[in-house]
């Protein structure tokens, strides 16, 4: 029906997360009446993102550089590793700009069912930037599923005998939540991580 | 709750029904008539499930584009409600209720259902998942939490299932799903062994009803483990290895059904086991009813051909509080009063 590298454009579309065959479609009609100079400046802007970006060599989160921008990042507390599953984390925490310590990225969490054991996830790493004095706590900010919990579970045991203090987010009502919405195990969690007032 | 209306397209057999319900229906018709798909109709359009099949791509009548069930319903408080499901061939089940949006599983603590089909006598002869499942879908529609615990262990033990069917398996990671599903496990068994206390006399009042005679009824819950499950799924991870399963746990119970101090399912007559089955399901509803606040509605699939005139007469007074759909091949003499549906090739032929 289209002209053949028009299909080809929208079959590759149709690969990446989220879009359908009805969004490949009207993207790549989109791309196509915008012409050449448009499409050449997607094509080299994700040929260089592909191309440049790499995996920071102390935390695995996004980089361009060996070091990424926290890590490198003088002015961080560089005695408190937030461990996290997915870079996106990583991404979540710096919008918030409450957090001055530095990153770790797990690449993942403990999930026999996808395959994934915890040779899969930079866990050696971990252990060896423990290695010394510079880290006095390591926070453990997996999700709250069951695969982020057992994660979670896993690396307290792992870190245990690096002798430093292992922390866990807190789980709870979220802010600006109404009460009444909040399903009884999260509430039951947040009465249990309550904290002093006066 | 009352149902008042049903519209039923595309469904089965059934190319298009209008249907209005009064308190108790009878639907009547020969075999392969459609009795059992209105029957079925009308759970799917409740409860957005079928007791028939867990596929709801098998509803779609052949030939036809779409089905779709519209159903309004009366509940305690005196709301009215309008629940519209529909389905094609391409597109999943869609679920409007009161023309808004709603999940699929909503529907189940709303709405409740109580169907008894035959094969129900499983519940005292057949396998023990028949029961456990008999169990946790009171539990799960009685209590949000405990829904949401019944699917966590599900996970649970379907990660621990994938992590020693793999090659070289990490002991560190199964010790930590052993911990929750041994947590997990003693939490379900406890609100099963709790919900069985309640059933227990409630489903022994409901079967002397029916039977019309003095039967002592006790349930007794069964664990998959002695004192401590983190311990048994220890002691026994060398067989699970070698079979690939987990042998210890909640979803490894049962529970023994005693008449008279003798196990129902090795020394009960057919009588028998007819009465208590029913008895079963007559007396989750009234469980139901005690923690919804909303009574269930009964359907009864083929209940009174296996039953004898005073059998049938006094199951129909036992089930007098409760809205009831039920199907036969016949008419039932005792059943005059009923509303009554003739149903022939798919098609409501009188009323």
């Not at chain 1, 993207?27 to 440049?52: T, Y």
């Not at chain 1, 002015?75 to 530095?102: K, N, Q, T, W, Y």
């Not at chain 1, 709250?144 to 807190?170: D, F």
């Not at chain 2, 006598?121 to 998942?129: H, I």
Request: glycine fraction near 8%; charge should be negative; charged fraction near 25%.
């Amino acid at each position: 029906m289209y002209p053949a590298s028009l299909s080809k454009l929208m079959d590759e579309l149709s690969r990446l997360p989220g879009i359908g065959p009805k969004s490949a479609q009207r993207i790549a009609l989109f791309m196509v009446k915008r012409g050449p100079q448009d499409a050449q400046r997607l094509a080299e802007a994700l040929l260089a993102a592909a191309a440049n970006t790499k995996r920071c060599r102390e935390c695995f989160s996004l980089s361009e550089e060996d070091l990424c921008g926290v890590c490198a990042n003088a002015g961080r507390d560089h005695s408190v590793i937030c461990v996290v599953e997915e870079p996106r984390d990583v991404l979540a925490f710096e919008r918030g700009m409450s957090f001055r310590g530095l990153y770790h990225v797990l690449g993942g969490v403990i999930s026999p069912m996808d395959g994934i054991g915890p040779e899969q996830l930079h866990l050696g790493e971990l252990l060896n930037r423990l290695r010394g004095d510079t880290v006095k706590e390591v926070i453990l900010a997996t999700s709250s599923t069951i695969e982020g919990e057992a994660t979670a579970t896993y690396l307290a045991k792992l870190i245990a005998p690096a002798g430093v203090n292992i922390s866990r987010l807190a789980t709870g009502v979220p802010v600006g939540g109404d009460l009444d919405y909040v399903d009884e195990v999260t509430l039951s969690r947040a009465l249990d991580g309550r904290y002093r007032v006066t | 709750m009352n149902v008042v209306t049903l519209q039923v397209e595309g469904f089965r057999n059934i190319e298009a029904a209008d249907l209005l319900f009064q308190t108790r229906n009878l639907l009547v018709g020969p075999n392969g008539a459609g009795k059992t798909s209105i029957a079925e109709a009308v759970a799917v359009a409740l409860n957005g499930r079928s007791f028939r099949t867990f596929d709801l791509a098998m509803l779609l009548r052949r030939g036809a584009d779409y089905w779709r069930t519209v159903a309004t319903v009366n509940q305690e408080d005196n709301s009215t409600h309008r629940i519209a499901i529909s389905a094609t061939s391409q597109q999943r089940e869609r679920v409007k209720l009161d023309d808004r949006n709603v999940r699929i599983t909503q529907l189940a603590t709303d709405f409740p259902v109580v169907t008894f089909i035959p094969e129900d006598r499983d519940l005292v002869v057949g396998l023990p998942g028949i029961r456990r499942e008999y169990l946790d879908s009171i539990l799960a529609r009685s209590d949000p939490s405990v829904y949401r615990l019944l699917s966590r262990a599900a996970k649970i033990l379907k990660q621990r299932r994938n992590l020693i069917r793999s090659n070289n398996p990490d002991i560190v990671t199964l010790d930590i799903f052993d911990e929750e599903l041994a947590s997990a496990s003693i939490l379900i068994s406890d609100a099963r062994e709790n919900l069985l206390g309640y059933l227990q006399g409630v489903v022994e009042e409901f079967n002397q009803r029916i039977t019309g005679r003095s039967e002592e009824v006790c349930f007794r819950y069964l664990r998959s483990w002695k004192n401590d499950p983190l311990s048994d799924l220890k002691a026994s991870r060398s067989y699970d290895f070698r079979t690939g399963s987990t042998s210890v746990g909640f979803h490894r119970d049962d529970f023994i059904i005693e008449l008279n101090g003798l196990p129902a399912k090795s020394t009960a007559s057919q009588g028998q086991i007819r009465s208590l089955a029913i008895a079963l399901r007559v007396g989750s509803a009234q469980v139901l009813q005690n923690n919804i606040g909303e009574p269930p509605l009964l359907i009864l699939d083929d209940v009174f051909a296996e039953f004898d005139r005073s059998r049938a007469a006094r199951l129909v007074t036992a089930i007098g509080q409760y809205q009831t759909i039920a199907t036969n091949t016949e008419h039932v003499d005792i059943m005059d009063d009923w509303s009554v549906y003739e149903i022939s090739g798919g098609r409501i032929v009188s009323h």
